[in-house]
């Protein structure tokens, strides 16, 4: 394909960013001049991208037209004209959609096709979700806004980039084992920095300006001795509907240290102990967690006093992982003590991911020195399903030879589910990673 035929996409999506500019959206014209020079990189991934661009470009022009000519039929002004020339743009876009499904373009972009969808769907996914919390909430959540007014979508379309990055390079098992603890530490030192920086005065490193308590068992706690601030309790609920109990693998900026703390250690090793703890033990922690805010609410405690009690819970966690999970290799923090973790694994059932066994598993064993959430040994290979702490990380993926271990979807083959599931996966990863702050 002769590369004059780009001129006609990058017009467009330029045109689309001049509306931008005359609107004072710096970050959206910088966005689309990214995603115009992105075409010439000749990745397979970027076309799905641009004609969402495009769909959306004619939405916009069709809005805009109709505010156009509304404006100028109020003050009694002439219209035609303007209608003509924004049917000249509307035209544009629709001639720069239809050649992006041309035959022309099927050898253009004929780099790294074999993920192509899947990182377009992170891409995609990455950007709606930030952009949606962006117009849904009533103060600037992302930090750019903040600092940099009206540059939020250059922020929104920077992690976007970065989710469909990561994604390629979890697509392989291995990948996936190898990345998942790095861009997980990752989010939680980006959470802790902000937290740090807020209580240094940045006030507007913190999502509110007022400073809640980092401890994931105040995700249920807190909203019960408030009253209310369910954004927290929402935000792990539609998690466990999209990825299950992932939320303990993936996302938790407390998990991260427990799983740098596991990996000082010894190989994991499954244990009956641990497995009886994880039900029991997390049950009365989160009974005592629950049952605590609720008395201290009834006793009408200020919240500053409340507050030590939440602290102490939360040191009691840190000591465990600083003094178990570093010695045994496990996770014994988030198997059987975070009562969020077993919330996680129960109502995580609703949603219908699940690690499965095929029926030629040869019960060898691998899997165990990689499972940190004692949910494997022989008696679950023989019931051919992982343990309740399964939190769907993926480790035990890469260590099968066979490739008996595996991601569950109904309806879907085992590739593709795990597919799928990386691109939520990865796709919540990079939202939170833009709005979740104390």
């Given amino acids: 394909m002769k590369p004059y035929r780009l001129l006609l996409p990058i017009a467009a999506l330029l045109l689309l960013g001049a509306h931008g500019l005359r609107q004072g959206d710096f970050g959206l014209v910088a966005s689309l001049a990214v995603l115009a020079g992105l075409l010439c990189t000749r990745r397979a991934w ?63 972009f004929d780099r790294d096709r074999e993920w192509a969808g899947p990182r377009a769907a992170m891409f995609l996914l990455t950007v709606f979700g930030l952009a949606m919390a962006r117009s849904k909430v009533s103060f600037p959540i992302l930090l750019a806004d903040r600092f940099l007014p009206g540059w939020g979508w250059l922020e929104i379309c920077l992690l976007g980039l970065y989710a ?28 802790f920095l902000q937290l740090a920086l807020g209580l240094l005065g940045m006030d507007r490193m913190l999502m509110t300006g007022n400073l809640h308590l980092p401890v994931p068992a105040m995700i249920l706690a807190g909203p019960v001795f408030r009253g209310g601030g369910y954004f927290m309790l929402v935000l ?44 029991m033990g997390r049950g009365a922690a989160l009974v005592i967690a629950v049952g605590a805010a609720w008395v201290l609410r009834t006793l009408g405690v200020p919240g500053s ?31 059987s003590f975070c009562p969020m973790g077993l919330v996680g694994n129960i109502f995580g059932r609703i ?32 019931l051919r399903r ?19 271990m595996r991601y ?31």
């Fill in 408 to 438: 569950v979807f109904p309806g879907l083959s085992p590739e593709i589910a795990r597919a799928v599931f990386i691109v939520l996966a990865v796709s919540l990863h990079a939202v939170f990673l833009g709005v979740a702050r104390i």
């Fill in 305 to 335: 006093s409340a507050v030590l009690f939440g602290a102490a819970f939360g040191l009691i966690g840190v000591g465990i992982m600083l003094f178990f999970s570093r010695r045994k290799g496990m996770m014994v923090h988030c198997t």
């Fill in 236 to 279: 792990f609920g539609v998690t466990l509907l999209l990825v299950g109990p992932a939320w303990c693998s993936h996302l938790c900026y407390i998990g991260a240290w427990d799983d740098a703390m596991s990996r000082l250690g010894a190989k994991p090793a499954p244990g009956r102990g641990l497995r009886t703890l994880s039900f």
């Fill in 46 to 108: 970027v076309r799905p991208v641009v004609i969402v661009a495009l769909l959306w470009g004619g939405v916009v022009w069709a809005r805009a037209t109709v505010d156009f000519i509304a404006f100028r039929q109020a003050f009694e002004l002439p219209w035609l004209r303007l209608a003509w020339i924004m049917g000249g743009v509307i035209l544009l876009d629709g001639l720069a959609l239809v050649s992006m499904f041309g035959r022309a373009f099927d050898t253009w």
């Fill in 351 to 382: 949603s219908p991911w699940r690690m499965g066994i095929g029926a030629d598993c040869t019960g060898c064993g691998a899997c165990f020195t990689r499972c940190r959430y004692n949910a494997l040994d022989k008696e679950r290979l023989a």
């Fill in 386 to 404: 992982p343990a309740l702490s399964c939190t769907l990380c993926g480790d035990c993926v890469s260590a099968c030879a066979h490739g008996q």
């Fill in 164 to 191: 469909q990055w990561i994604g390629s390079l979890m697509r392989a098992p291995k990948g996936h084992r190898k990345i998942r603890p790095r861009i997980w530490g990752l989010f939680s030192g980006v959470f």
